[in-house]
């Protein structure tokens, strides 16, 4: 329903609030689904950063849609088919929570017996993310940096004379500024906790990086645009992104060279259960820092650029 | 109908991802354009968790005593989907503002037509040079 009343409206603003809504309930249906990590990252993601963004750009740009001249027709018929198509395609597909569903046949089963043996931690998803997928993880990574290089090719950084520390854009809130004081030490720590718990429980570098983005960003948006460039300016952030990388890549090339596969976490340690445990958290580092300087050089990008025209 | 349940989340899936297609390709303002990306890329989020989903099953955290966890692969494809999402969302966005900055405005049918007449002007002013050149 409301991915519906995002379509219809054409005042954007409403659009991208109910976006960001629309990605919470998400969040909660992933939940509901026991996909607890995913879930974690949609709400951080999806609800927060993502919103922030498309309000920044909006920002930039016009809030009003005009009004849409063309024949709608075209657009639903194309539509219509291709969404019969796929109806009749899910008619084969498996049922909800079916044991017997491929995606229960082939590597997951081994991912679940082996994975606390092989990798050492109880949390599956980070074995499996760091570990055994660690080359698709690498490349997520790499594409991330790249995204947050392209974003800052398109836009750069600018020093908008206008940007004071302490002047925020919504006035002086007193009770925001309270809140958010408060709130700002425990999202920090709630961040780190993320970070290096990910390997017991629900977390690991991609949430942290981004809840810890989040804070900045919060702290930016209530206590004056551009004070969150004082506590970490923007050239420190464009070596950490790349440093974020090169831990992953650095870890990978080590491995080389002791002789072993690229990313192969074993030669780490003398224990291999405990190389790969070190591996894992190191990797995680590494997508953690990444991550959180790419998203937070992203919203720098935006909400230092001024409005022409 | 027995089986509607079974099939309901993709059902779901199959509606976001026709509502997100629609409005990439019958809107003309790009930010909209962008949501129903949006839109669409969470559906497909849905589908993978949907089919990592196993009733009867625990989160993939291992817990003692516990046999049946739903499956970490397709989390792991959508945790890390999601974090490349709002990246590529952000290079979007960044065309979007530079593209406003260019045309004054983010209706494709606007900037077309801006285009095309900027093309017109270029070719006639060849044409121009041309017949100077040829006299």
Redesign the interface.
Known sequence: MIAVAAIVLSDLFAVVMLFGVYSLLTAALFMNLHAVDVAFTEAAVGAGVTTVLMLSSLHLTKRWEAMPRRNPLMGLLVVGITGAALVYAVQDAPLLGDPAAPVHQHVTPRYIEQGEAEVGMPNLVTAVLASYRGYDTFGETVVIFTAGLAVLLLLGIKDDPRLRPGMSAIGDQVVLRLVVKALLPLILLFGLYVQFHGDFGAGGGFQAGVIFATALVLYDLVFGEGSARAVMPPRWLHRLAAIGVLVYGGVGVYSLLAGRPFLDYSVLAHNPVHGQHLGVLLVELGVGIAVFSVVLLIFYAFSGRSRRR | MS?L???????IV??????????V?????L??K???L??FQ?SV??LY???????????????DGVT?????????????A??????????G??????I??AY????E??FHTADLADDEALLNADADRGEVTGQ
């Open positions: 089986f349940p079974g099939i309901f989340n993709y059902l199959v509606f976001l991802m026709m509502a997100g297609f629609y409005v390709i019958a809107q003309g303002n930010v909209k962008l949501v129903g949006g839109l969470t989020f849905i968790i949907t089919m990592g989903y196993l009733s009867g099953g625990q989160a993939p955290i291992v817990v049946a966890y739903s499956s970490p692969l397709p989390h792991v494809l959508i945790l890390t999601i974090v490349v999402g709002v990246a590529t969302t952000a290079v966005l960044a065309l979007v503002v530079r406003h900055e004054g405005t983010v209706e049918d606007k």
